[in-house]
């Protein structure tokens, strides 16, 4: 289990300016974020208004929607299931 002082973090205004930049350098630079594990958000900016819930049934697919969004965005949902 990883402790919360351990943890990896990011910065959400550091990811959102990443994926809203069009200077294809400055991915490149961070490219070894998207090449680890999911990180958590660092939690030292409020995120209240920019949050997505979506809502699931059994069986259709939520845990991959999940983990590709995890692997795609490099932040942890909070699930425990692979």
Known sequence: MIRA???PTLS???MMDLFKSKDLD????????FDKKSSF???KED????RITY????R???TFLRNYLEKMSAIATGSTMF
């Open 5 to 7: 002082d351990t943890a």
């Open 12 to 14: 959400y205004s550091f």
């Open 26 to 33: 400055l991915l490149e630079k961070h490219k070894d974020i």
């Open 41 to 43: 958000l660092d939690g």
């Open 47 to 50: 995120v209240n208004g920019n």
């Open 55 to 58: 809502l699931t049934f059994a």
């Open 60 to 62: 259709c697919g939520s």
